[in-house]
C-alpha cells in the first residue's frame, strides 16, 4: 500500500467508526425502548399467581437492585453491555454474550458462505448483460433471476432436502446438525449455504444494480480512451464498474441475508443465530433477542464500515467530503 | 453514442409525447402479467370477504387426502386433511391483504414526510433524518420482528408495523433524490418567485406532478415485502395459525408430507407465493422502467 493511501484510509476509518458508535447506541436504544414499552416486564413473570400490587412490585425491585427511573435502566444496561454482560438467558439460565457468539459463528459462515454464491450467480450475469444488453442468453437468464427472487426460500429448502436425502440417499432422515454422515458432511454443510445464496431474494436486484452500474462506467469517456489505445477496459472498469457496486449492494444485503438466515438455519435446523432468535422469541426470552438484536446490527453496520474503506481506498478523494 | 443519447434523453424529458409512446414491448409484458397477479389477488380477497368459496376451507374430507390438481370438485386438489386447496388459498390472502395495505401506507407516508423534508427543507433535518434512516437500516428485519414478537405478542398488525417503518428509509431517499433532481431545474424557482404557496409546491407541484410514479412503484414492491414478511413468519409459526389458513403457514403444515414424496399440500401454496410476488416484482419493475425511464439494457 503507497504511505499516501494510508493518511485518508485512518481519517475515514476514525470517522465511519465514529458513526459506527452512534448508530449502535441508537440501535440500543431502540432495543430498550421496544422492551420497555412492552406490556409485563420480567418481573411480573417472576411475580406469576402473587398478590402483584404497586407495593410488591416495588419492594422486589428494590430487592433486586433494579433502578426505578428509566433512564437510570437503561444506563445500567449498557453499561453491562459494555463490558461485556448482555444479561442471562431466562431460558437457559446462562449468560447471553458467549452462548450468542457461539452461534453467532455459524451464523457468520452460512452468511458469507452464501453471499459468495449469490455473487457468484450475479456477477456473471451483469457482466454479460451490461456488456452485450438485452439478447438471446440474457433475457431468459434475467427472467430466471426474477423467479429465482421471488422463491419462497423454505420450500426450496424442502426440495433440496428432499432431493439430497431421498432421491440421492446422502443423508439420514432424521435432520441433525451432527446425525449427518461422515463421508458427505462438508455436503451437509454447504446445502443451507447455498439454498440461501440463491434464495435469498437479493439475485435480480443484485443484477439489476451490477449491470446498471457497470453499464453506466462502460459509457464513460475514459473507458472509450481505454478501448481507443488498444488497453485493456476490463482493466479500467474493473474498480468503478464492479468492485464498488459489489461492496455497495453487498453492505446493503447484509440485513436481508441475516432475516433470510432466521429462516433457513430453521429449515436446515443450523444451530446459529436466527434459530437462537426464534427460539428466543417463542419462549418471549428477552436478553437473548436484545443480545442476537444487537449483534446483529454491529454485523450490518461492520459490512458498510467495509464498503466504505474499499470505496475510499479505490476513490481517495472521497476522505475529503 | 452517448452524446446522442443524452440528447435525445433530454428531449423526450420534456416533450409532450405520451408515455406510452415508446415503451418496451418487455416493460409492457412485466406490466401485464403483474397487473393480472393484482387482479387475481385483489378479486379472490373479494370473494374471500365474502365467503363466495368453491368449498368450504375447514370441510375436512377425510377420504380424499393430498388429491393431485384437477380432481373432480377440488381443481387445485386437496391438502393432508382432504381440506379445499383452492379455497384455503383464496382465504390465505385475508392473512396478508390489509396489513400489507397498512405497511406500505406507513412506508409511503412517512417515507414522503421525511424525503420532503430532506429534500425540501435541506440541511437542517438532512443529518437528522440521514441517521434516523441508517438506524433502521442496522436492524435485519426479521430479527427486528421477532424482538417485538417478544416483547409485545405475535400479532400481524405490530409485525407489519415493522415492515412498514423499516421499508420508510428506501422511499425517503428516493424523494429525497428526486426533489434534489426537481431542484435544479427552475420551476420550483418560479414557484417560490411567482408567491406559490410552499404546500402547494409541495403536495401539487412537487408530489402529486412528479413523485406519483415512483409511490406507485414502492407501493406495488411494498406488497411483495409484505407477502414476503407474512408467509415467512407463519412460516415461522408466528403469523396465522392453524387451522386458519395462510400460505406461509400451509407450506409449512404441508411440509411433513413433503418428505413422504406428497409434494402438493405444501407447492400448491409455496407456487401461489412464488407467482405472487414475481407478479408484484414485475409489476414494479416495469413500472420504473416505463413510468420513470430507466431501462438500463
Redesign the interface.
Known sequence: MKSSAIRPIALVLSRELM?TG???L??SF??FI??F???GDPFSVLLEGQLSTGEVRAGVREAMGVPRSWTKQYLSWLGGMLTGNFGTSIRMGLPVLPEVLRVGLNTLILTIGSLIITLLIAVPIALY?AVH??DKIS?PLTMFS??I????V??LG?IV??FF??KLGLFP?AFGFSSAGQKYRWLYQFLPIFVLGVGN?TI?EVI?FL??EM?RVM?EDYIRTARAKGASVWRHSFKEGLLIPVTEIVA?K???I???A??VE?VFNWPGM?RM??Q???D???PV??G??IL??VL??MGSLFQRVVYVLVNPRASKE | MKNYSQISGEISEFSEQPFWKNVDGVDLAYVGYGLLIVTLVVGSYILGLFHLLPRDPQDIDLGLMMAPPGTTGHLFGTDFMGRDMLSRLIVGIQAYFLPGLLAIFIALFFGTVLGVLAGYRGRKFDTGILYFTNLVDSFPRLVLILLVIAAFKPDIYYIMLVVGLTNVPVVTSLIKGKIQFLKQKNFIEADIALGVPTRTIILKHILWHNCRSLLIIQATLGMAEAILMETSLSYLGFGVQEPTPSWGNMVQSGSNYFMQGKFWPSTAPALAILFTILGFHLLGDGLNNILEGKRNA
Open positions: 458513526i452512534l448508530l449502535l441508537g440501535v431502540v432495543v421496544i422492551l414499552a412492552s406490556p448483460s444488453g438485452t433475457w426474477y423467479v427472487s421471488a422463491l419462497p423454505f420450500w424442502y432436502i428432499y436425502t431421498h432422515l431474494g435480480s439489476r449491470r446498471q453499464g459509457a446493503s447484509i440485513p436481508f441475516l432475516g433470510g432466521v429462516i430453521q436466527g432468535a426464534w428466543a422469541a417463542q418471549r426470552d428477552y433477542i436484545m442476537i438484536a446483529a446490527a450490518v453496520r
